[in-house]
Every structure is written in structure tokens, then in C-alpha cells.
């Protein structure tokens, strides 16, 4: 058979072929995998891509999404499909003069042609607010329907004026049978693979698995395992059955899976989030996979590891006093040694989080006493418990009456601490019946018994 040379345009030994991904982008709604909540008939999103009719005009909308799930298609289809006029910018490279020029042509274009000019800004969370700010007025007036893409939260990246001016639209990761449905099309289309090419079940498998939802990287590996593939023939080879690509190939082609996470963005916080509330929710091999996935993106570990010291108070606090001890410990060790060997640091401390007893009442308990603070709760201190170590101390009353307790046989006195619009009527720390807490629980009733029993 005819090889398929990957790298090199049909008749020209020189020009190199698209990336496949590049030529297997939908041309069609039809052709778009995944996304059926975003292009539901009647959606925003959709009726921007069909064209409008009547009183409503098309909106500017915001796709906000992981890589790889079609922000870019999605952007080419609301201008080819309506027969607009189609400007592609990216937030990387491109300034407000850029984006000013865009306008004017735009404002040319339909006064000259009545024409709509979309305008596609990628990565727009690289804007600065200056910079998104000149963008309203287009927006606004619908000089310019804007298709901006982002990665990362618009809540965070983006400056609420657009994003009032704009539709959201968010897009998920592909699912496993979309991504091999990608797999499948590139395999046998034209403009794809062309059939000369089988994929083995264990091998589409592992194209998927390693793609983590970005049909993207999907293609990339199916081509790169293609060339591998194609490396393996024995020289003279002219067969005419299609190439087998296996998993060996694609291993040599992908050296690992990708690794959903952006340290400066969403990833940052979702993934973070989801490994503190692993470990409040006592699930240590979910508490392991959340730290594998940081330390695997290149988290800083010092990060991590203020993170697990925090949850040692917030979510364990004394129902295990020694998990606090075990994270500050780890933190100190982790700064001292760094990657690789700290992420055997972390993993104890995790481990300890999520196997030892929880209580929140220390959490609670300053929660609720900082909201007493800042209600205005809370009135004089007491005169026997001021500063009575100055001159002129006991002429004011400061300390009279103050009971010492290491002077008492059980070390307690009942005497009043709190303000006196507080005393007795508070009860910030409420102990749990778990772990060592349970015996402090005891305790601080008895405490309770023995301060305010005042004769």
C-alpha cells in the first residue's frame, strides 16, 4: 500500500500537513461531539451559530471551558454558519490597538456592507482590566459580536461589565465515548487518517484514558502513534493492509496522561478544594489522588502543605491534637527538602488528616466569637482580671478581688472572666464525642460547673 506520509501535503515534498487535529475540526453543528447542553435547540449559543430572525440580535457570549473542548470550533461555526465576518485575536499578542482596529473595521463592514463582524479572543483572561474595558463599548452598541474564549473562571478573569454584556456558556470535558467517537472519525475520513490506519481496542483505550476530556491531545496522540506506528514497518514493507497502531505505539508516543490543572487558575482551587474536603470527609485514597494530581501539575509543595496545617485545625482540632503536630512538622520538612522525596512528607500528613477523628469546634467556636466582636458584643473587662502591675493600678480597682488558681487545690476558680453582657449567656466551644475530644468534652463540663459556681 501507499504510506501515508504525515508530514508532507499531497504533491509537495516541502509543505507540511495541518496537524490533525487542525483537519479534523467539525465543519457542522452535526460534526460537534459532546456539548448538548450548551447547543440544545433554542440556546444562545446555537441560535448565535444558526442566525437570528425578529427582534432579537446575537448576543456576545463567553466560552469558558478546559482545553480541547471545542471553544475554537464553536467560535468558526458562529461565523461561517450565518455568513459573518470572522477576526480571530488572541489575548497573548494582541493589545487594545489591535483590538481598537478590529472595531473600526467592523464599524466599516456594516455601515459599507451591512455585515457583522465576530470577533474571536482567545485566552481573553491575559486581558488586563484596561484592556477588557475597551472592549465594552463594541460589545455594547453590537458593533462587534464578541466570541471570547477562556480557560479559567470568568468570575475571577473577567471584569463583571462584560460579563453582564454577555452570555456564559461553560463547556465540559468530552466523555469517553465522545473522544472515541473523535478517535473513530480521524481513523477513516478523508481529510483524517483515510483508513490507512487501525486503531487496537486496548489501544483506543489508552488513547482515551490519557486524554483526560481534550479531543485535542486525543488526535495528537492518535497521529504521533501513527508515525510510531509507521516507524515500525520493515524497510520495503508495501502491503496493502492499513498500518496497526497499538498500545505500544502510543506509549511511545505519549509519555504520560495530562494532568487537568492550571496553577495560576480554576484547576488551582477546584483541585485544592477537592483534596481538603477528602480529608474532612475521612476518604484517604481520594485525599492520596487529589496530592498525586497537585504534586504530578507542579503545585508548589509548600502550598500543600499550608493547606493540610490548616485542616488539622479547621477540621480535626482536638479531636487528634497530634495531627497538627504531624502537618506543622511536615510543612517545616517539606521546606527543607523539596521535590521529589517531600511528596512522602505529604502523603503522611494527608494520611493523617483523613484517618483521624474530626471535630470543627475550635472552627466554630472563634467563628462565633469573632462574630460577637464585630457585633459589638462584649463590653468592659472585668476589674479583677485588668493589669494590675503599674503605679496608680490599685487605686483604680484593677485586680482586686482576683482569685489565683494554682493557690486552689484543683487549680480552678470560680470567678467571672467574660464581659459581663456575655458571661453565662455564650457557649463558643461545644465539644464532640470523638476522639480525644470525647475526654475533653468531660471536662470542659465539669469546668463549666466548677467557674460559675460563684458563692
Excluded: C
Aim: no cysteine.
Amino acid at each position: 500500500m501507499d504510506l501515508p506520509d504525515l508530514f508532507a501535503a499531497p504533491g509537495s515534498s516541502d509543505a507540511p500537513l495541518p496537524p490533525l487535529a487542525v483537519r479534523m475540526r467539525p465543519r457542522s453543528l452535526e460534526e460537534v461531539r459532546g456539548q448538548s447542553a450548551a447547543l440544545r435547540p433554542g440556546s444562545p449559543l446555537r441560535r448565535l451559530i444558526e442566525g437570528h430572525s425578529g427582534a432579537v440580535g446575537p448576543l456576545s457570549a463567553i466560552l469558558w471551558g478546559p482545553p480541547g473542548t471545542g471553544k475554537t470550533t464553536l467560535a468558526h461555526l458562529v461565523a461561517t454558519a450565518a455568513g459573518r465576518r470572522f477576526v480571530e485575536l488572541s489575548a497573548i499578542t494582541a493589545g487594545v490597538k489591535d483590538v481598537r482596529r478590529v472595531i473600526d473595521e467592523a464599524v466599516r463592514e456594516r455601515d459599507l456592507y451591512s455585515r457583522t463582524t465576530v470577533l474571536f479572543l482567545d485566552e481573553i483572561h491575559r486581558f488586563t482590566k484596561a484592556q477588557q474595558d475597551a472592549l465594552l463599548p463594541a460589545v455594547e452598541n453590537r458593533l462587534v459580536v464578541l466570541v471570547a474564549a477562556t480557560t479559567e473562571n470568568p468570575s475571577f478573569s473577567i471584569i463583571a461589565p462584560l460579563l453582564s454584556r454577555s452570555v456564559l456558556v461553560t463547556l465540559g470535558s468530552l466523555t469517553d465515548a465522545d473522544l472515541g467517537e473523535v478517535l473513530d472519525a480521524a481513523l477513516v475520513e478523508e481529510r483524517g487518517l483515510a483508513g490507512e490506519f487501525t486503531l487496537e481496542e486496548a489501544a483506543r483505550e489508552h488513547v482515551v484514558r490519557i486524554s483526560g476530556g481534550d479531543a485535542r491531545r486525543a488526535l495528537t496522540a492518535l497521529e504521533g502513534a501513527a508515525g510510531v506506528a509507521l516507524g515500525d514497518l520493515p524497510v520495503g514493507d508495501g502491503g496493502r493492509e492499513p498500518v496497526v497502531i497499538t498500545s505500544a505505539h502510543v506509549e511511545q508516543a505519549v509519555e504520560k496522561a495530562v494532568v487537568r490543572y492550571d496553577k495560576t487558575g480554576d484547576q488551582h482551587y477546584d483541585v485544592a478544594s477537592a483534596l481538603i474536603k477528602s480529608m474532612r470527609g475521612s476518604d484517604v485514597d481520594a485525599s492520596l489522588h487529589y496530592l498525586a494530581r497537585m504534586l504530578e501539575a507542579g503545585e508548589d509543595p509548600r502550598f500543600i502543605a499550608r493547606r493540610v496545617v490548616i485542616a488539622a485545625s479547621e477540621d480535626v482540632g482536638m479531636a487528634d491534637p497530634t495531627a497538627l503536630q504531624t502537618a506543622v512538622a511536615a510543612m517545616h520538612a517539606v521546606a527543607q527538602i523539596g521535590m521529589p522525596e517531600a511528596r512522602l512528607i505529604l502523603a503522611q500528613a494527608v494520611v493523617h488528616n483523613a484517618l483521624a477523628p474530626k471535630s470543627n469546634a475550635a472552627y466554630t467556636g472563634i467563628n462565633e466569637a469573632i462574630a460577637d466582636v464585630r457585633a459589638g458584643r462584649g463590653g468592659a473587662v472585668p476589674a479583677h482580671l485588668r493589669g494590675s502591675g503599674y503605679a496608680g493600678a490599685s487605686r483604680l480597682g484593677h485586680g482586686d478581688g482576683y482569685v489565683y488558681p494554682h493557690a486552689l487545690d484543683e487549680g480552678v476558680a470560680a470567678q467571672q472572666y467574660l464581659p459581663d453582657d456575655l458571661d453565662r449567656t455564650v457557649d463558643y466551644y461545644r465539644p464532640t464525642t470523638r476522639g480525644f475530644e470525647e475526654r475533653l468534652a468531660s471536662r470542659w463540663a465539669w469546668l463549666r460547673t466548677a467557674l460559675h459556681d460563684r458563692r
